[in-house]
């Protein structure tokens, strides 16, 4: 496989937007004469300066960037501190390390080619200049400078003078630095390590340049490349890492990512090779390394060729029998995928430790595939199981043919299920229908790359859950069936979207058998924080009626309806709000009111089938009586389904309260000791088990599991059709420069380029969408894209005689968006470049990592490297998805440790890039996480259980005997999470019971919670920490949570006149 592409290859998607972006900031521009502008202020990368130069505090122009932007010191962290970037040293040297293998009785040996460019200034010179003013001015002529096929040996260190050596002229002051180590060594080969620096020692003056003379003296669009001589040959080196010395996880990345080595790495530039032919024949530096990472085919391995066209769901909704065999089908399949990829093994090679996680890994293909038949068996066996799945093919039929209502004629199809999708609902049915299957307390977990259709594969296990409940336990299965939780408000209010198209389609064809679907409908709630969404009635009634209430969000959250796409009706009828489709002929207007419900009062009310909220939300489980009411009632079953999207987002302080309230959940929602099923996706597996099991308190099953190659599961291979070209990364350092300056230049170029691409091409890189790590980046980059950036979009249009393109249309996709403004703002996106008001340039921060899914979208520059490799891959699939390419500019601060080693190793680290994504970890009852909350879930689970206590908290004394049952669960649950887990299980009790004494010994208290009485049992800790930070004393009551994200003290600030 060809990882790495150079700017301009005829196969790199947007070869002319990358031909032009190393023109802009490589070099040379295309012009017929010499060059107007400084060197050094008209490219941004690729030069070597004579040593000692310095970068001046202000911009050559006299324009201080920094007066505009912030300050490149503020954007790192305390152990991340860049050099003061006013005062940064321009680059001098640049090169290469690698492994060069030479036959025991040959001179180790390697060809060097060297390329490069020289300016001079043509003016002449001012003798009048004032002292700090420029010499000269006028234009730069450009010299190229190349050096062919020089032979150097490697076998010892050494330093070369490249222009004495070599006697060209050009190649002044450039001195090339060979070090090496001898490595493994045998009869026939010796190894060694080897680096070759190429230094730019300058004119050797030693006195200060000034800025011509830096332009002078310095080598521009600088390249090297190296190549074995005869006898040598380049050698690939294993990734970095434990590999099989370390941990599961690590000895799966080590098979799985087995060919992925690393040829060369570079020094203050990238390295770049081309090993499609499994040889690498040269090593070259690189200022813009750009690697192709292929998308993954959902269509699965050819095993699943035949059965594909039976996955339609309409087929599966249709004669039972049909459906088993189709089902059948799918696992035989499947299976003889795993006989066939066991029997590869031995052709291998593989290592003893290896081998034996090949076997590993393929054992654990199989217990799935038993599942899966497991499933299929248990649906065979019941026919109600079984005509539950049919009714949930049938609704997820209808919400596609509703769907297909707006798309164009081309573009509408049936629904046919991806054999993941499938596989996924076989595997989970059995344990989510019948809550004492063996396999209910094991998490089964979703690892697929984004825009795969975990989303759908969700809804229709939802569906079939619903369905089952409802046909096996008469009322008692109604009430809420599923909770669906997000992290992230854009993407919760995205799914809800797309739960209620199928929680409308189901509540149709439960009418359609014969059910009454008004008395007992199949319905959905949304569960959110009153910013998005009223916490009452009253609220929700007065904004639907034209009011307005600061801080609460509205209502109608769903504006188009799910069949035919018209806008709904909203209405109050007294305190009660209906959600109608007045359009004719509509199959959902007809069928009555949407079972949709938005403010909590009536999520409360109605207990409806499918709850979607954020897992912030559930702190409310400690604090409000009525949530009662999302566990059972006495008279309907608890919950029986909890899907966990995104769970790698699970962490952090957000990661820790969520263990300690899942607690609370767990235990709520079991009944007769029988726990929900809980299903998830992430987008790492690194430690995975280790996070469901501290969080979730069960095993894990991963699915699809992997087999032996990192690029076939089965269920997900590597894309091999050229139609999905998938995704360009690209990177760049700011070696020598602030973030912002090289920020400006990239999107100003590609903003530029842009408007000269053709057809899809251009729609698809028309808006540029901009990646920053933390609100303040992105705070700084405003000015920079509307001051800055325009003024080189000008330079760069003279260069080429076109004319300047307009920026006008720049949106911002954070967290400080409103809710109301949020689908207002993703269809904003989807507008093509020929359309009026289509976005030119959108920035966002990690807001956008889910849930954004415009397909038209293929172009984004990300602005340094985020913290988690997993947070990179979420956020860069927003773009080049399905048919359209994607192109990802990765500008790396040159100043930060993690960036610098990042894009010198480019190639390598995107050739695999799941294998390096880091381990996410929570720690729910760690010390500091029980004095914060470890009496949340514990006060929540009494209170619950036993609801006098909200009325009257003062009265625990008298049920002190059954308080002591719930910490004995409690514990014993903590018990089960880990080995270390189980030592703090001992702790906790401790803690427990002491904050047990304290709350039986205030028989006085009358008041669950109250931020203000004494007689308070509870209050926010948001309000404790407030009264902390103005010094005022402390309440009695104790602090509790009213959100699972961090705490610090808040003032409000209220504006005059605003």
């Not at 699970?650 to 079991?670: F, K, Q, R």
Request: proline share 6%; glycine share 8%.
């Amino acid at each position: 496989m060809k990882n790495n592409h150079a700017p301009g290859e005829p196969d790199a998607p947007f070869r002319l937007l990358l031909d032009r972006l190393a023109e802009d900031l490589v070099g040379p521009v295309p012009l017929e004469g010499p060059l107007p502008d400084i060197p050094s202020e008209a490219f941004m990368t690729g030069i070597l300066f004579p040593r000692s130069s310095r970068r001046p505090v202000d911009d050559e122009t006299g324009r201080s960037i920094s007066d505009i932007v912030i300050d490149a010191r503020e954007e790192a962290t305390e152990t991340e501190r860049p050099a003061r970037i006013e005062t940064a040293a321009r680059p001098a040297a640049a090169g290469l390390s690698f492994a060069l293998a030479t036959r025991s009785m040959e001179e180790p040996a390697v060809v060097v080619r060297i390329e490069g460019a020289r300016y001079e200034n043509l003016g002449k010179p001012d003798e009048d200049a004032a002292d700090g003013a420029p010499r000269r001015s006028g234009p730069w002529s450009r010299r190229p400078v190349r050096i062919e096929d020089y032979l150097v040996s490697v076998r010892e260190d050494g330093e070369l003078d490249l222009s004495k050596e070599t006697g060209i002229a050009e190649a002044r002051g450039l001195r090339l630095t060979i070090v090496q180590s001898p490595g493994h060594a045998d009869a026939d080969e010796v190894v060694r390590v080897v680096t070759l620096v190429v230094h730019n020692q300058g004119a050797g003056s030693g006195k200060s340049l000034d800025r011509f003379e830096q332009n002078e003296q310095a080598l521009f669009e600088f390249r090297m490349t190296v190549r074995p001589f005869d006898g040598s040959r380049l050698v690939g080196r294993p990734l970095r890492g434990r590999g099989e010395d370390g941990e599961e996880d690590e000895r799966a990345a080590a098979l799985l990512w087995r060919d992925a080595v690393e040829y060369a790495v570079g020094h203050t530039c990238a390295a770049t090779w081309d090993d499609s032919n499994g040889i690498v024949e040269e090593i070259a530096t690189a200022w813009l390394p750009a690697t192709r990472v292929s998308d993954v085919s959902a269509a699965g391995h050819p095993c699943f060729s035949e059965v594909r066209a039976r996955l339609g769901a309409d087929s599966l909704a249709g004669d039972g029998r049909a459906a088993l065999e189709t089902c059948d089908a799918l696992v035989d399949a499947y299976e003889s995928w795993i006989e066939q990829t066991r029997n590869r093994i031995p052709e291998l090679n593989l290592t003893q430790t290896l081998e034996a996680q090949a076997e590993a890994h393929l054992g654990t293909c199989l217990s799935a595939a038993r599942r899966m038949r497991d499933g299929i068996d248990t649906l065979r066996g019941d026919p109600a199981l079984l005509k539950a799945f049919q009714l949930a093919n049938a609704t997820m039929a209808r919400q596609q043919e509703w769907k297909n209502g707006r798309l164009p004629d081309t573009e509408r199809r049936s629904l046919v299920w991806r054999p993941f999708q499938l596989g996924f609902v076989l595997l989970s049915a059995a344990s989510s229908a019948l809550p004492d299957h063996d396999d209910r307390d094991t998490m089964d977990l979703i690892w697929f790359p984004t825009g795969g259709g975990k989303t759908e594969a969700y809804l229709l296990l939802t569906a079939f859950v619903i369905f089952a409940r409802r046909l096996k336990r008469g009322d008692a299965g109604a009430g809420v069936c599923a909770i669906m939780r997000y992290t992230l408000r854009l993407l919760t209010l995205q799914q809800f979207e797309r739960a209620a198209a199928m929680i409308c389609a189901a509540n149709l064809e439960w009418a359609r058998e014969g059910f009454d679907a008004r008395q007992t409908p199949v319905s959905l709630g949304l569960w959110l924080g009153s910013s998005t969404t009223p916490n009452s009635r009253e609220d929700a009634v007065k904004l639907l009626n034209g009011g307005t209430i600061d801080d609460i969000g509205r209502p109608d959250r769903l504006r188009d309806c799910p069949a035919c796409h018209e806008r709904l009706t909203w209405r109050t009828i007294g305190a009660r709000i209906e959600i109608t489709c007045a359009t004719d002929r509509c199959e959902l207007g007809q069928a009555g009111p949407l079972p949709i419900h938005t403010n909590d009062e009536d999520v409360y009310a109605e207990q409806p089938s499918l709850v979607i909220g954020t897992a912030d939300k559930f702190a409310q489980i400690a604090r409000k009586p009525r949530t009662s009411s999302l566990f059972g009632d006495g008279f309907r079953d608890p919950p029986d389904l909890i899907v966990q999207d995104e769970l790698h987002l699970i962490s952090g302080p957000l990661g820790t309260l969520s263990g300690l309230y899942e607690t609370a959940v767990d235990i709520l929602a079991t009944k007769d000791g029988r726990p929900p099923k809980v299903i998830g996706s992430t987008a790492t597996i690194r430690r995975a088990a280790s996070q469901v099991r501290a969080l979730f308190a069960r095993d894990t099953m991963q699915f699809p599991p992997p087999g032996i190659d990192a690029g076939d599961s089965a269920f997900a291979v590597v894309e091999t059709d050229p139609r999905r070209p998938g995704r360009l990364y690209v990177g760049i350092s700011t070696i020598g420069h602030s973030k912002p300056e090289m920020l400006q230049a990239v999107c100003a170029s590609l903003l530029q380029s842009a408007s000269v691409l053709e057809g899809a091409e251009r729609d698809a890189a028309w808006t540029l969408l901009g990646y920053f790590n933390s609100l303040k980046e992105l705070g700084g980059s405003v000015s920079l894209m509307q001051v800055i950036a325009p003024e080189t979009m000008e330079r760069l249009a003279r260069y080429r005689s076109e004319p300047v393109r307009p920026v006008d249309e720049q949106i911002e996709i954070t967290s400080r968006i409103g809710s109301e403004k949020i689908g207002e703002t993703l269809a904003s996106l989807e507008r093509r470049h020929d359309e009026d008001g289509a976005v030119d340039v959108a920035l966002a921060t990690n807001m956008i990592s889910v849930g954004v899914d415009v397909g038209r979208l293929g172009l984004m520059v990300v602005d340094g490297q985020p913290k988690g490799i997993s947070e990179y891959i979420q956020a860069t699939s927003r773009v080049g998805r399905g048919s359209t390419a994607g192109l990802v500019l990765g500008v790396f601060t040159a100043y930060r440790p993690r960036d610098r080693s990042r894009f010198e190793t480019h190639a390598t680290w995107h050739s695999a890039l799941y294998r390096d994504v880091e381990a996410t970890s929570v720690t729910p009852f760690a010390p500091r996480a029980r004095d914060r909350a470890l009496h949340a879930p514990f006060v929540a689970i009494a209170a619950h259980r036993h609801p006098q206590l909200w009325r009257r908290p003062g009265g625990a004394e008298e049920l002190r005997d059954a308080l002591e049952e719930i910490v004995d669960e409690i514990v014993a649950r903590i018990g089960r999470l880990g080995e270390q887990e189980a030592v703090e299980a001992v702790d906790a009790r401790a803690d427990l019971m002491r904050f047990l004494d304290r709350w039986c010994r205030r028989d006085d208290l009358s008041v669950w919670w109250h931020d203000q009485l004494e007689a308070a049992f509870l209050m926010s800790m948001e309000q404790s920490v407030n009264r902390r930070a103005a010094g005022l004393a402390a309440r009695d009551a104790t602090p509790t949570p009213n959100s699972m994200r961090g705490v610090e003290a808040v003032v409000r600030i209220d504006l005059e006149g605003h």
